[in-house]
């Protein structure tokens, strides 16, 4: 089913042109256009079902610093002053709360790794503290364990996942900008080797600015294009128990399931790491890029099924732009949660944490999680066509720093100081030297 998701009511029409068209409304689709549309730029943000029905919603929630690669924490550090700051200019609550994240270990060689990172971090500005035995098993009281040690991270903190996307576009909407829901972005309309339009299942909006952040389609859209985009999505799957369970953690990780409390005062509850790699054209087409990453993750990653195959985002065969394609026939995707998974998670939870014995289940669901080779997101203006600018490969980690890409989108597409360093988000990172292995330069 369908993660819980606020709806909001959007125009229909389409304008003959734009100063920029935004392509998908996720978390990153509506920071981008909102960023634009704040700077005083005509920007339509187009989404082919409704906004963040996909990922965007299906997630955890979390707004992180902690344990992040180093390539990200900067973007992660702004984000979290960008939630605050959207929040108040939009005049919404997007559940965002500085709440500290809570992680647990009894496990020595886990512990040393967050100590390491907790080192390089504290000399980039970034408040993580590890905690002792006494004080992990005081903060982890709920557990009714005995812990090794832990980490807490006082200003990292969680969002809405159910309300962020959608208003966020409200706030795109205040600032000017249009968006439109139930409509597909078929291709691009190219002069001179640059953008001059976007081809939608309506018609063509006249733009020389467009951002895909099409997150688990961005690989087929920008195939279309002859732009290779090594993409992958792994089947994540999450549930959601009701209110009733006092006090806990607000988000809490240890290595058996991670527990974060829902805008409704119910919790989400999922195995970090785990999923299924669902079979699909680009999957099998980009096999050889993912196959350190899947080296590394065999544990955790178990073969999915055909679902991915079927729903047709990661097809590699190319569409008419005057025939429906598979964006329109695929509005939004809802895999089916992996029953064992959802079980195995309920099951760990109420182990973990006594108090959740008796709370019953709310939903299930499982949503693509779409990565890159390196677990780096790309974000690139310079992706082989003039006015094209590239965001996606969020690799799980997109929605807390969602504000941020969004930002950083803007500025590229608008030519000012971007607010972090660029370079390690390029498209072009990704190039074959051998079999199996990917090039980093």
């Known amino acids: ?171 795109i909407i205040k600032h000017g900008g249009q968006v439109v829901q139930n409509c597909a972005a ?17 018609g063509v909006i006249g733009t020389k600015q467009v951002v895909m952040a099409g997150g688990a389609w961005a690989g087929s859209f920008l195939y279309q294009l002859g732009i290779i985009f090594p993409q992958a999505a792994i089947r994540s799957s999450v549930l959601s128990i009701a209110p009733g369970a006092g006090e806990l953690p607000p988000a809490l ?60 985002f990661e097809t590699r065969a190319h569409w008419a732009m005057d025939r429906q394609t598979p964006m329109e026939r695929m509005r939004i995707l809802d895999p089916r949660p992996s029953r064992a998974l959802v079980d195995e998670t309920l099951h760990r939870a109420r182990r973990l944490l006594p108090v959740l014995r008796d709370i019953p289940v709310q939903a299930s669901w499982a949503g693509y999680i779409d990565s890159t080779p390196d677990g780096v997101p790309v974000i690139d203006a310079n992706v082989g066509i003039g006015g094209l600018v590239l965001a996606a490969g969020l690799s799980g980690h997109g929605f807390g720093i969602g504000p941020g890409v969004g930002h950083l989108v803007a500025d590229l597409a608008l030519g000012r100081t971007p607010i972090t360093e660029v370079a390690q988000y390029r498209l072009d990172r990704f190039r074959q030297s051998q079999w199996g292995k990917v090039a980093k330069f």
Not at 186 to 202: K, N
Not at 297 to 312: D, K, M, Q, T
């Open 253 to 312: 990780h240890t290595a058996a399931v991670s527990i974060t409390r829902r805008g409704d005062g119910g919790h989400t509850l999922a195995i970090s790491g785990r999923g299924h790699l669902d079979l699909t054209p680009g999957a099998l087409m980009g096999a050889r890029n993912f196959l350190p990453m899947f080296a590394k993750r065999w544990r955790a990653l178990r073969p999915g099924g055909l679902e991915g195959w079927r729903s047709g």
């Open 186 to 202: 078929r291709g691009l309309e190219l002069s001179a080797g640059a953008v001059s339009g976007v081809i939608t299942e309506r």
């Open 1 to 171: 089913m369908p993660a819980p998701l606020m709806r909001i009511a959007t125009q229909d029409m389409l304008p003959a042109s734009a100063d920029c068209v935004v392509i998908g409304a996720g978390i990153v689709g509506v920071s981008a256009a909102y960023w634009l549309a704040r700077a005083g730029k005509s920007v339509v943000l187009l989404e082919k079902g409704m906004i963040g029905a996909e990922q965007s919603s299906r997630n955890w929630g979390w707004c992180r610093q902690q344990n992040r690669d180093a390539r990200e924490l900067p973007l992660s550090t702004r984000s979290l002053s960008l939630w605050e700051e959207m929040a108040a200019d939009i005049g919404e609550d997007l559940g965002f709360r500085r709440c500290g994240l809570l992680y647990l270990s009894n496990s020595a060689a886990e512990l040393e790794g967050w100590a390491a990172w907790g080192r390089f971090a504290r000399g980039e500005g970034v408040d993580t503290r590890m905690l002792s035995t006494a004080e992990a098993t005081e903060r982890g009281a709920d557990t009714g364990q005995t812990w090794l040690g832990g980490v807490w991270s006082p200003t990292d903190g969680i969002a809405d996942p159910a309300r962020a996307a959608p208003l966020i576009a409200k706030g």
